[in-house]
């Protein structure tokens, strides 16, 4: 008599298990641009040790693995994202070196460490910055490269991206806006340019790595700008929600500045609805991959629901 | 009866009018600048002001006008080598901006003009800084590329030349050189990267716009490698025999900071011998361009010369 065949497990779908992805993810990128920079004896020894300080300072590796899932998201791999995924992580690491100078941010703590500066001394830090900001358009030169998405159009991704009018804008305007109560458009706009436009640039330049089609870049700079937008407002809630030890780097900075953030403007209640809101507007947008999209949705989802 | 002919001027080579070449190289130049550069009023004003601020502040564009008379005498033309010409200028004026900061070489003056952070602040003098080191890259992408030369090799020559190997470890090794007695050779070393690097890069990226040879290339190497390196032999010398007033900045700054310097180390007499003599095998490069290299040879012989 045949047996009775097994009850089919109901459809649903598995628990993606982020953990073991961003673990996997960081360990690839890590193994990458340890290969991508100068070891730390090649001359001159401290701009090397610098560079290599803040950038294996324990860094969550969030951007590199945005970048990586886009591309799996579009069928690529991570081996041709992977140049793109180091290149926006030497991006992120040098703008954070500057940003906590004493000219800028003044921060003496980072990721629960000494600032570069404190370590290296201020004119170093400001060289290790530019040396990673360099090495980054070294990078992206030996990255895969297609017809459909030539080494320009990616030099000019990351150029604009880091550039004048999106990242060294939020900067400037930051700087220029502490002790000022700006308005709700203005803050955005700060937000927008300080973390939405590399976050985005990640997941768009995981996509060409892939030869994404017109549409699904689309897609990805709708995920992108919608997380980096929610991640910015997380981040301006867990400032004053979290304790310094928790965070790494000095917790009520913002405050301390008198800088306007979402909770300062909205209060938490509301700046928390608006992340949700945002990630719900960035879910919208993987549609578009029809199931290909899990690790970016658990992505965002976690940074969402971080609390550091 | 027919008229004699003319009696016909003597084989002599016509006196390259160098003066005109570079005020109009520096006209066109600036013009493109003024192009690819976001405007003063493009928000944030303030960044795009301190960027012009420092580009636009009487540089001499001597970068510019070797990538210019490289690309030439390779054949090519000015507006194919224009984006490679600005390209180089931005970063020689980032690295200046740096380079002056309080915690380098903590210089008030430049061309005769306050430097970036004392106008704008140490804040906003890193970024902008920063900004033109993007923005390099960012008009190397928009530039002439051929099959021979594409994007990647462009770029890839711009951040070798300015990256942690070449200007940055460059200025590390000036930072960490200070108030020691250095050897001729640590010195060299130094200058090479400071300098020479940089200046390499421009007629190397001037003769890639021109598709040149591979014979030619290598010959604006050698160019570009001794004309930077007396160049810089010709700085130190300046520094201490010229004032403030003449140079548009301090003077006798490296004897101040205690700087090891070819006029420190081998006198004056000597140092002036050994720019000659580099002078000298940089002509001896442009054998190879039968002719057409005039501009670079007259700008060769004007950097050994000039007083300023």
């Given amino acids: ?10 459809k649903t779908r598995t628990a993606f298990d982020l953990e073991s992805y961003v673990a996997r993810s960081c360990r690839e990128v890590d193994r990458a641009l340890g290969r991508f920079l100068p070891s730390e004896r090649t001359k001159p020894a401290t701009i090397h040790k610098a560079m290599r300080y803040s950038l294996f300072a324990g860094g969550k590796r969030m951007r590199p693995a945005l970048c990586l899932a886009a591309a799996e998201a579009c069928g690529g791999s991570w081996e041709d994202a992977m140049a793109m995924a180091c290149a926006v992580e030497c991006i992120h690491t040098y703008s954070l070196i ?8 003044n921060d003496d703590f980072r990721r629960g460490k000494p600032t570069n500066h404190k370590v290296f001394g201020e004119g170093v830090a400001v060289l290790a910055g530019d040396a990673l900001l360099t090495q980054a358009f070294e990078i992206v030169a030996q990255g ?9 159009t990616l030099v000019m991704e990351v150029a604009r991206a880091s550039g004048s009018l999106q990242l060294i804008a939020g900067q400037v305007a930051d700087l220029e806006g502490e002790g000022k109560k700006l308005p709700l458009a203005e803050l955005r706009y700060i937000h927008e340019r300080k973390t939405s436009a590399l976050l985005c640039c990640s997941v768009r330049l995981g ?3 892939a030869q994404c089609s017109p549409a699904q870049l689309e897609a990805l700079t709708q995920f992108g700008y919608n997380v980096g937008l929610a991640f910015q407002i997380i981040d301006d809630i867990l400032d004053v929600t979290q304790t310094s030890e928790t965070l790494g780097k000095t917790a009520g900075k913002d405050t301390a500045a008198q800088k306007a953030t979402y909770p300062s403007l909205l209060g938490l209640e509301k700046s928390r609805k608006e992340a949700t809101r945002l990630t719900d507007l960035a879910f919208k947008a993987l549609g578009q991959f029809k199931g290909k999209a899990t690790a970016l949705e658990a992505l965002a989802s976690y940074l969402l629901k971080r609390d550091r």
């Fill in 144 to 152: 895969r490269t297609s017809r459909r998405y030539p080494a320009e």
């Fill in 98 to 105: 500057h940003d906590d100078l004493p000219a800028m941010d």
């Fill in 207 to 209: 996509g060409m790595s």
């Fill in 1 to 10: 008599m045949p047996q009775p065949a097994k009850p089919r497990a109901p």
